[in-house]
């Protein structure tokens, strides 16, 4: 009898706890959060759950890293921009040098993989005074600013508009680049550093120690080909229905890249990357 009463208990428990959440943006069978960052497909956690290896992300002590980018660790992946941006290592240059003196430093290189350092999602920002430039491997100029030096205070560093502090954008799409720096830092201590970073990080004040900062965060573009399975939601050929678009990269010195996106990205919609990802598909 008691026996029989155990097992009645325990199926009212087995009724009453609650199924596992769905993972909504994530491929049937794959999880879709690593930490408190929501990893969508095309990307995946682990092996399987990504469109190709180059997407695959390793979830470690609940912080994402991309397994074949040098294990760049994941802040955000938005759909709608076709963008990841990632932690990467700071571009400071330097303190305590003489005038005049030049710093050349290189950025991860991407060559190979699907990503490209966004042009719409980064901004070039030089702090200091001098001049700063970023470069191409070859040596062609990319983009650039100078900076004065008048009673600099930290509203001109916040405000970045010229005194103590520049920014300006990148026209095109990179798969690397090089920075060099012209410090006309008089002071002893006088720091100077040049880096590409996330706009909105940057606007939005996340970056308030960058001197002391061993990553800033970088947006890359993510770009699809036509080896990859692209199959957009609620996209039916037969009716006329695709919703998959191919996009034009403007990329530096080069023939523009091609990349697919899905177009039926809409407020109501899960993730269009997913064959089932149109919440208006199910009625919701």
């Not at 930490?35 to 390793?58: L, Q, R």
């Not at 030049?102 to 991407?110: N, P, Q, R, Y």
């Not at 993510?222 to 609620?234: A, F, H, K, Q, R």
Request: net charge negative; charged share 20%.
């Amino acid at each position: 009898m008691k026996l029989f009463q155990a097992y009645l208990l325990l199926l009212l428990f087995i009724s009453l706890t609650p199924p596992p959440a769905l993972a909504k943006h994530a491929k049937p069978g794959c999880i879709d959060m690593c930490g408190n960052v929501i990893i969508p497909y095309p990307f995946g956690i682990g092996a399987g759950c990504s469109i190709n290896p180059w997407y695959m992300v390793e979830c470690k002590n609940s912080t994402p890293y991309l397994s074949e980018l040098k294990q760049l660790q994941v802040l955000e992946v938005d759909l709608e921009y076709q963008t990841v941006t990632v932690y990467t290592p700071t571009m400071i240059s330097y303190c305590q040098n003489p005038v005049g003196n030049s710093s050349h430093m290189m950025s991860i290189d991407l060559g190979g993989s699907p990503f490209w350092f966004s042009k719409s999602h980064n901004k070039f920002v030089f702090e200091g005074y001098g001049v700063a430039v970023m470069m191409m491997d070859g040596g062609s100029m990319v983009t650039g600013c100078s900076t004065a030096s008048l009673n600099v205070s930290d509203s001109d560093r916040k405000k970045c508009s010229g005194n103590g502090c520049c920014q300006t954008a990148i026209p095109h799409y990179l798969k690397s680049y090089s920075i060099n720096i012209t410090s006309l830092e008089e002071e002893d201590g006088g720091c100077v550093s040049a880096f590409l970073v996330d706009d909105t990080s940057y606007d939005q004040g996340r970056l308030s120690d960058r001197r002391n900062a061993s990553f800033i965060p970088i947006s890359l573009l993510w770009t699809l080909t036509d080896s990859d399975p692209v199959t957009c939601c609620n996209s039916d050929p037969i009716e006329g229905r695709e919703r998959r678009e191919r996009h034009r990269v403007d990329i530096f010195n080069g023939t523009p890249v091609d990349t697919w996106t899905c177009n039926s990205f809409y407020e109501r919609s899960l993730n269009p990357y997913l064959i089932d990802g149109c919440k208006e598909e199910h009625g919701m």
